[in-house]
C-alpha cells in the first residue's frame, strides 16, 4: 500500500560513532517529514523534505530526499548521548490531510 | 505557550468500561490527529479532523469514537474498552495539510491500560 518502511529497526552505536536510517517507498512521495521520539517522551518534528534530490543539515544532522522521491536518508555525524530515542520517518497521503509514520529506528548510543 | 494538552496522562480501566480522552490546542490550528502508539509498530492514525464539525476515519479506528464540536479540542471515546486497546495515545494539531505542510504538533500522550 502507501507505507514506508524503514531499516534498521534498532542501531546501537559508540558515542562518536555516524548513524544513518533510511526510509524507503514502493510510490513515489509528495514529501517527507522527519520526527524525533526520546525515550518516554512524544514525537518532535525535525524537518519536511519536498524536492527531488533535497539535501538539508541540521547542525549534525543531514537530511536526504532520493532523485526520484522514493526514499529518504537521516544520517547524525559523531553521534551523542543525546541523539538517544526512535527517529520516524512520515509521508502525506495524496490528499493532504493525513501523515503516515515509519516504523520507526530507535537508536541507542553507547558513552 | 501550552501548545497541546492532553488529559488524563494515566489511566487503568477494566474491560468494557468506557472513557473520553481530551486534546485541547492553543494555536488555532485546523487539523487534529489521534494516534496510537504500540511497540514496534510505529505511530498508527485513528481518526482526525480537517476542521470544527468535521471527522474522519484513520487506519485503526475500529472501538473508537471521536468528536471536534470545538477547534481547539478533539475528544477521542472508548465505547467499551477491550486489553487490546492497551497503547499510549498521542494527539497531535497541525496548522493545515497543504502539500507546503506544516509540522505536526504532539502532546505528551495518555498512558491507557485495560485490564
Known amino acids: 500500500g502507501q507505507q514506508v518502511m524503514q531499516i534498521p529497526q534498532y542501531q546501537h552505536v559508540q558515542e562518536g560513532e555516524d548513524f544513518t536510517t533510511y526510509c524507503n517507498s514502493s510510490?513515489?512521495?509528495?514529501?517527507i517529514q522527519w520526527y524525533k521520539q526520546r525515550p518516554g517522551g512524544h514525537p518532535v518534528f525535525l524537518i519536511q523534505?519536498?524536492?527531488?534530490?533535497e539535501v538539508k543539515k541540521q547542525k549534525r544532522l543531514t537530511f536526504q530526499f532520493g532523485e526520484a522521491k522514493k526514499n529518504s536518508s537521516l544520517h547524525i555525524t559523531a553521534t551523542q548521548t543525546t541523539d538517544v530515542g526512535t527517529y520516524f520517518c512520515a509521508r502525506m497521503k495524496t490528499s493532504y490531510d493525513k501523515v503516515i509514520f515509519g516504523p520507526g529506528t530507535s537508536l541507542s548510543v553507547i558513552p | 505557550n501550552a501548545g497541546v494538552t492532553q488529559t488524563p496522562k494515566f489511566r487503568v480501566l477494566k474491560t468494557g468500561q468506557s472513557m473520553t480522552l481530551l486534546c485541547a490546542q492553543d494555536?488555532?490550528?485546523?487539523?487534529m490527529y489521534w494516534y496510537r502508539q504500540d511497540p514496534g509498530m510505529g505511530l498508527r492514525l485513528i481518526h482526525y479532523?480537517?476542521?470544527?464539525?468535521?471527522?474522519a476515519k484513520g487506519e485503526v479506528p475500529d472501538g473508537y469514537n471521536v468528536s471536534r464540536l470545538k477547534k481547539q479540542n478533539f475528544l477521542l471515546g472508548l465505547e467499551s474498552a477491550a486489553p487490546s486497546q492497551t497503547s499510549v495515545y498521542f494527539c497531535?494539531?497541525?496548522?493545515?495539510?497543504?502539500?507546503?505542510?506544516?509540522?505536526?504538533?504532539f502532546g505528551d500522550g495518555t498512558r491507557l491500560s485495560i485490564l
Open positions: 497531535a494539531s497541525s496548522q493545515t495539510g497543504t502539500v507546503s505542510n506544516q509540522p505536526q504538533h
Open positions: 510510490t513515489t512521495l509528495s514529501n
Open positions: 494555536m488555532n490550528h485546523e487539523y
Open positions: 523534505l519536498v524536492k527531488s534530490g
Open positions: 479532523s480537517v476542521g470544527e464539525g468535521t471527522t
